[in-house]
């Protein structure tokens, strides 16, 4: 009896040995953010957030003219300050929270991002907030999950972002990060 009580506990226990050791996806982090090749394609939806059309974004501010618009594009940053050597532009009243889309963040760069937000939303949780880059760019995807964590939940995303917003012919201005504090 004792055998078969044995047998039956490791015939259970095996599979989830097995699936414990399985590889990770590489290309997201054990928090399940991608982490690597930002510019690849990206899912049609989102499982926190409503997909956006740039048409469907123009009525959402008619709707909500408090939308907040977050663009996560990457700016590099070396010795205190931001290095992008090209300009950059963005949807009209934009926050650009540069690299808060990126898969792993310092601590510095979570306070950035979080106290941007926060500060943009006035605190409240369920203020309306659309995130985007550009085509083909996990940044975005990567910031509505940090964004849902930190308890935001009227999310959305702006899929094709910037090149999606220019291709329908939509203006686009010139842009400055958000300052490092």
């Known amino acids: 009896m004792l055998k078969s009580v044995c047998a039956a506990l490791i015939m259970t226990l095996l599979p989830?040995?097995?699936a414990s050791s399985a590889p990770q996806d590489p290309l997201f982090n054990a928090e399940g953010y991608r982490s690597t090749l930002y510019r690849s394609p990206t899912p049609k939806t989102h499982a926190l957030a409503r997909t956006l059309e740039p048409q469907q974004l123009l009525e959402l501010q008619q709707q909500h003219a408090d939308v907040l618009l977050i663009d996560v594009y990457r700016n590099p940053w070396l010795r205190g300050h931001f290095t992008l050597q090209e300009e950059h532009n963005n949807l009209p009243n934009s926050l650009w929270l540069a690299n808060c889309g990126d898969g792993s963040l310092t601590a510095q760069w979570m306070a950035y991002c979080q106290q941007h937000v926060s500060q943009a939303t006035a605190g409240n949780l369920a203020h309306p907030i659309v995130f985007y880059c550009r085509s083909d760019c996990w940044l975005g995807w990567n910031a509505i999950q940090r964004a849902h964590a930190w308890g935001y939940h009227n999310l959305y995303w702006l899929r094709d972002g910037i090149d999606g917003w220019a291709?329908?012919?939509?203006?686009?201005?010139?842009a400055q990060p958000a300052p490092v504090q």
């Open 16 to 18: 989830v040995t097995f």
């Open 167 to 174: 291709q329908a012919d939509l203006p686009l201005v010139l």
